[in-house]
Protein backbone atom coordinates (compact mmCIF):
# COMPACT_ATOMS: atom_id res chain seq x y z
CA UNK A 1 0.00 0.00 0.00
CA UNK A 2 1.23 3.31 -0.33
CA UNK A 3 0.26 6.46 1.20
CA UNK A 4 1.67 10.42 1.06
CA UNK A 5 1.96 13.19 3.37
CA UNK A 6 2.32 16.78 3.33
CA UNK A 7 4.19 18.67 6.20
CA UNK A 8 3.81 22.41 5.61
CA UNK A 9 6.52 23.53 8.00
CA UNK A 10 7.64 27.08 9.45
CA UNK A 11 11.28 26.32 7.62
CA UNK A 12 10.51 24.14 4.51
CA UNK A 13 7.47 22.14 3.20
CA UNK A 14 7.63 18.34 2.57
CA UNK A 15 6.55 15.68 0.73
CA UNK A 16 6.83 12.13 2.18
CA UNK A 17 5.68 9.20 -0.26
CA UNK A 18 5.74 5.75 1.42
CA UNK A 19 5.05 2.28 1.45
CA UNK A 20 3.63 0.05 4.32
CA UNK A 21 4.27 -3.72 3.41
CA UNK A 22 1.87 -5.88 5.95
CA UNK A 23 4.84 -8.59 6.53
CA UNK A 24 3.92 -10.41 10.17
CA UNK A 25 2.73 -9.46 12.72
CA UNK A 26 3.61 -5.85 12.66
CA UNK A 27 3.44 -3.54 8.81
CA UNK A 28 7.02 -2.46 7.69
CA UNK A 29 6.89 1.73 6.70
CA UNK A 30 9.45 2.02 3.76
CA UNK A 31 10.09 5.69 2.48
CA UNK A 32 10.20 5.96 -1.13
CA UNK A 33 10.64 9.61 -1.56
CA UNK A 34 11.15 12.47 0.81
CA UNK A 35 11.04 16.07 -1.58
CA UNK A 36 12.25 19.36 0.57
CA UNK A 37 11.37 22.39 -0.25
CA UNK A 38 12.34 25.17 1.99
CA UNK A 39 9.67 28.59 1.53
CA UNK A 40 10.48 29.63 5.39
CA UNK A 41 7.29 31.02 5.71
CA UNK A 42 8.04 31.66 9.10
CA UNK A 43 9.65 34.55 8.39
CA UNK A 44 6.40 36.28 7.02
CA UNK A 45 4.45 34.73 9.53
CA UNK A 46 6.37 35.44 12.73
CA UNK A 47 7.69 38.85 11.69
CA UNK A 48 4.59 40.21 9.83
CA UNK A 49 1.69 37.69 11.00
CA UNK A 50 0.61 37.58 7.23
CA UNK A 51 2.09 35.27 4.52
CA UNK A 52 3.66 37.52 1.58
CA UNK A 53 2.06 36.98 -1.84
CA UNK A 54 5.75 35.85 -2.99
CA UNK A 55 5.69 33.12 -0.69
CA UNK A 56 1.92 32.42 -1.18
CA UNK A 57 3.03 31.96 -4.79
CA UNK A 58 5.79 29.57 -4.24
CA UNK A 59 3.52 27.45 -1.70
CA UNK A 60 0.41 27.16 -4.07
CA UNK A 61 2.79 26.08 -6.96
CA UNK A 62 4.91 24.01 -5.06
CA UNK A 63 1.10 22.29 -4.01
CA UNK A 64 0.43 21.79 -7.32
CA UNK A 65 4.07 19.90 -7.97
CA UNK A 66 3.44 17.35 -4.86
CA UNK A 67 -0.23 17.25 -6.33
CA UNK A 68 0.84 15.79 -9.42
CA UNK A 69 3.68 13.50 -7.66
CA UNK A 70 0.98 11.61 -5.49
CA UNK A 71 -1.42 11.41 -8.36
CA UNK A 72 1.56 9.87 -10.82
CA UNK A 73 2.44 7.82 -7.30
CA UNK A 74 -0.95 6.05 -7.21
CA UNK A 75 -1.71 6.53 -3.50
CA UNK A 76 -4.59 5.01 -1.17
CA UNK A 77 -4.60 7.76 0.61
CA UNK A 78 -3.11 11.17 1.28
CA UNK A 79 -2.85 13.72 3.98
CA UNK A 80 -1.54 17.76 4.66
CA UNK A 81 -1.03 19.61 7.61
CA UNK A 82 -0.14 23.02 8.49
CA UNK A 83 2.03 24.04 11.52
CA UNK A 84 3.07 26.78 13.05
CA UNK A 85 3.59 29.22 10.48
CA UNK A 86 -0.10 29.20 8.98
CA UNK A 87 -1.00 28.88 12.48
CA UNK A 88 0.20 32.28 13.11
CA UNK A 89 -0.79 33.75 9.60
CA UNK A 90 -3.92 35.82 9.66
CA UNK A 91 -4.48 35.30 5.71
CA UNK A 92 -4.09 31.26 6.36
CA UNK A 93 -8.15 30.98 5.41
CA UNK A 94 -7.41 32.60 2.31
CA UNK A 95 -4.18 30.36 1.39
CA UNK A 96 -5.87 27.28 2.22
CA UNK A 97 -8.70 27.78 0.21
CA UNK A 98 -6.77 28.69 -2.91
CA UNK A 99 -4.42 25.81 -2.72
CA UNK A 100 -7.73 23.69 -2.45
CA UNK A 101 -8.58 26.02 -5.33
CA UNK A 102 -5.99 25.70 -7.42
CA UNK A 103 -4.01 22.63 -6.47
CA UNK A 104 -6.79 20.28 -4.95
CA UNK A 105 -5.36 19.61 -2.12
CA UNK A 106 -6.74 20.06 1.22
CA UNK A 107 -5.16 21.44 3.83
CA UNK A 108 -5.63 21.25 7.89
CA UNK A 109 -3.98 23.68 9.82
CA UNK A 110 -3.22 21.68 13.04
CA UNK A 111 -2.76 23.14 16.43
CA UNK A 112 0.38 21.96 18.37
CA UNK A 113 -1.58 19.37 20.35
CA UNK A 114 -2.77 17.75 17.23
CA UNK A 115 1.12 18.31 16.30
CA UNK A 116 2.80 17.02 19.16
CA UNK A 117 -0.17 13.74 19.14
CA UNK A 118 1.01 13.15 15.45
CA UNK A 119 4.69 12.78 15.95
CA UNK A 120 3.68 10.76 19.00
CA UNK A 121 1.66 8.34 16.37
CA UNK A 122 4.75 7.46 14.43
CA UNK A 123 4.74 4.57 17.96
CA UNK A 124 8.52 4.04 18.01
CA UNK A 125 7.83 3.53 21.64
CA UNK A 126 7.08 0.38 20.85
CA UNK A 127 10.52 -0.64 20.09
CA UNK A 128 11.97 0.87 23.16
CA UNK A 129 11.93 -0.77 27.03
CA UNK A 130 8.62 -0.54 28.21
CA UNK A 131 9.41 0.33 31.90
CA UNK A 132 11.70 2.74 31.43
CA UNK A 133 11.05 7.24 30.62
CA UNK A 134 11.20 8.67 27.30
CA UNK A 135 10.84 12.29 25.68
CA UNK A 136 9.40 13.16 22.37
CA UNK A 137 11.23 16.27 21.07
CA UNK A 138 10.38 17.84 17.81
CA UNK A 139 11.74 21.25 17.17
CA UNK A 140 10.42 23.48 14.14
CA UNK A 141 10.66 27.17 13.05
CA UNK A 142 7.66 28.66 15.31
CA UNK A 143 7.39 25.89 17.85
CA UNK A 144 8.93 23.20 19.85
CA UNK A 145 6.82 19.57 20.51
CA UNK A 146 7.17 17.77 23.81
CA UNK A 147 6.02 14.17 24.86
CA UNK A 148 6.93 12.28 27.78
CA UNK A 149 6.16 8.74 27.35
CA UNK A 150 6.40 6.62 31.09
CA UNK A 151 5.94 3.14 31.47
CA UNK A 152 4.87 2.73 27.73
CA UNK A 153 1.96 5.11 28.81
CA UNK A 154 2.01 9.14 27.30
CA UNK A 155 1.92 11.18 30.68
CA UNK A 156 2.23 14.45 29.10
CA UNK A 157 2.11 16.36 25.67
CA UNK A 158 2.67 19.81 25.44
CA UNK A 159 3.47 22.46 22.57
CA UNK A 160 5.49 25.54 23.06
CA UNK A 161 5.80 28.56 21.02
CA UNK A 162 9.49 28.50 20.84
CA UNK A 163 10.51 27.48 17.01
CA UNK A 164 14.35 27.88 15.21
CA UNK A 165 12.95 30.92 13.23
CA UNK A 166 11.24 32.58 16.72
CA UNK A 167 14.72 32.60 18.22
CA UNK A 168 16.36 33.73 14.58
CA UNK A 169 14.89 37.08 14.99
CA UNK A 170 15.15 37.47 18.59
CA UNK A 171 10.32 37.01 18.13
CA UNK A 172 10.87 33.64 21.95
CA UNK A 173 8.69 35.57 24.32
CA UNK A 174 10.55 35.89 27.91
CA UNK A 175 7.59 34.17 29.74
CA UNK A 176 6.78 31.41 27.27
CA UNK A 177 10.73 30.60 27.84
CA UNK A 178 10.39 30.59 31.67
CA UNK A 179 7.40 28.26 31.51
CA UNK A 180 8.78 26.18 29.08
CA UNK A 181 11.71 25.38 31.63
CA UNK A 182 9.64 24.97 34.70
CA UNK A 183 6.95 22.62 32.86
CA UNK A 184 9.87 20.32 31.55
CA UNK A 185 11.43 20.00 35.67
CA UNK A 186 8.15 19.85 37.03
CA UNK A 187 6.65 16.71 34.76
CA UNK A 188 10.33 15.24 34.75
CA UNK A 189 11.89 15.36 38.36
CA UNK A 190 9.67 12.34 39.13
CA UNK A 191 10.61 10.11 36.17
CA UNK A 192 14.32 9.77 36.31
CA UNK A 193 16.59 8.95 34.16
CA UNK A 194 14.96 9.72 30.57
CA UNK A 195 16.07 9.47 27.47
CA UNK A 196 15.07 12.09 24.52
CA UNK A 197 13.76 10.97 20.82
CA UNK A 198 14.51 13.76 18.48
CA UNK A 199 13.10 14.65 15.80
CA UNK A 200 13.15 17.63 13.08
CA UNK A 201 15.45 18.31 10.77
CA UNK A 202 17.68 20.23 12.19
CA UNK A 203 18.54 17.29 15.13
CA UNK A 204 18.80 14.79 11.96
CA UNK A 205 21.24 16.79 10.67
CA UNK A 206 23.22 16.93 14.30
CA UNK A 207 23.36 13.15 14.30
CA UNK A 208 24.82 12.93 10.97
CA UNK A 209 27.24 15.49 12.01
CA UNK A 210 28.50 13.15 15.59
CA UNK A 211 29.19 10.25 12.91
CA UNK A 212 27.06 8.02 15.49
CA UNK A 213 25.94 5.36 13.71
CA UNK A 214 22.66 3.35 13.48
CA UNK A 215 20.40 2.93 16.95
CA UNK A 216 23.65 4.70 18.89
CA UNK A 217 22.62 7.61 21.36
CA UNK A 218 24.16 10.83 20.87
CA UNK A 219 25.18 11.97 24.09
CA UNK A 220 24.65 15.52 25.95
CA UNK A 221 28.14 16.50 25.74
CA UNK A 222 28.59 15.12 22.55
CA UNK A 223 25.70 17.64 21.41
CA UNK A 224 27.61 20.71 23.53
CA UNK A 225 31.00 19.84 21.54
CA UNK A 226 28.79 20.41 18.11
CA UNK A 227 27.37 23.40 19.60
CA UNK A 228 30.86 24.81 19.86
CA UNK A 229 32.04 23.87 17.15
CA UNK A 230 28.76 25.45 14.85
CA UNK A 231 28.92 28.37 16.27
CA UNK A 232 32.94 28.84 15.84
CA UNK A 233 31.96 29.38 12.02
CA UNK A 234 29.99 32.30 10.46
CA UNK A 235 26.95 31.20 8.77
CA UNK A 236 28.93 31.09 5.21
CA UNK A 237 31.48 29.01 6.45
CA UNK A 238 28.48 26.32 7.84
CA UNK A 239 27.96 26.30 4.49
CA UNK A 240 31.38 26.30 2.79
CA UNK A 241 33.51 24.67 4.94
CA UNK A 242 30.44 22.39 7.22
CA UNK A 243 28.31 21.62 4.14
CA UNK A 244 25.24 22.89 5.40
CA UNK A 245 22.74 23.81 3.74
CA UNK A 246 21.81 27.48 3.02
CA UNK A 247 18.76 27.31 4.86
CA UNK A 248 19.72 24.71 7.53
CA UNK A 249 23.14 27.21 8.38
CA UNK A 250 21.24 30.17 10.16
CA UNK A 251 18.64 27.98 12.36
CA UNK A 252 20.64 24.78 13.13
CA UNK A 253 22.46 27.18 15.60
CA UNK A 254 18.81 27.80 17.92
CA UNK A 255 17.71 24.74 17.56
CA UNK A 256 20.98 23.05 18.96
CA UNK A 257 20.02 25.92 21.65
CA UNK A 258 16.73 24.69 21.96
CA UNK A 259 17.73 21.12 22.74
CA UNK A 260 20.85 21.20 25.17
CA UNK A 261 18.52 23.56 27.20
CA UNK A 262 15.54 20.60 27.12
CA UNK A 263 18.16 18.05 28.11
CA UNK A 264 19.62 20.50 31.06
CA UNK A 265 16.07 20.87 32.44
CA UNK A 266 14.95 17.41 32.01
CA UNK A 267 18.48 15.88 33.48
CA UNK A 268 18.44 14.31 30.55
CA UNK A 269 22.26 12.73 29.16
CA UNK A 270 21.38 11.13 25.75
CA UNK A 271 19.51 11.53 22.65
CA UNK A 272 18.03 8.51 20.05
CA UNK A 273 17.18 10.37 16.55
CA UNK A 274 15.62 7.53 14.80
CA UNK A 275 14.74 10.07 12.03
CA UNK A 276 10.64 10.16 12.18
CA UNK A 277 8.61 13.34 12.14
CA UNK A 278 5.62 14.76 11.24
CA UNK A 279 5.41 13.46 7.79
CA UNK A 280 5.89 9.95 9.40
CA UNK A 281 3.40 10.37 12.16
CA UNK A 282 0.91 11.29 9.29
CA UNK A 283 1.49 8.09 7.24
CA UNK A 284 0.92 5.57 10.57
CA UNK A 285 -2.30 7.93 11.11
CA UNK A 286 -3.34 6.95 7.19
CA UNK A 287 -2.66 3.78 7.50
CA UNK A 288 -4.55 3.10 10.88
CA UNK A 289 -7.89 4.70 9.20
CA UNK A 290 -7.21 2.72 6.22
CA UNK A 291 -6.42 -0.81 8.12
CA UNK A 292 -10.20 0.35 10.45
CA UNK A 293 -12.28 0.90 7.19
CA UNK A 294 -10.34 -2.43 5.81
CA UNK A 295 -12.06 -4.08 8.50
CA UNK A 296 -15.58 -2.79 8.68
CA UNK A 297 -16.28 -3.84 5.14
Not at 148 to 176: M, P, Q, W
Not at 178 to 196: C, S, V, Y
Amino acid sequence: MKFASIDIGSNAVRLLLCNVIEDGSKPLFKKTELIRIPLRLGEDAFLNRRISKRKADRLVTTMKAFRYLISVYDVEDHRACATAALRAAENKNEIVKRIRREAGINIEVIDGRTEASIIYGNHAEEYLDRNASYMYIDIGGGSTEITIIHKGRCIASRSFNIGTILFLYDKVDKEEWLRFKKWLRDKTERIQPITAIGSGGNINKLYKMSEKKGKEPLPYKKIKMLARLIESYSTKDRVKILGLNPDRADVIMPATKILLSIMKNAGIVKLLVPEIGLSDGIVHELYAKHKKRRKTQ
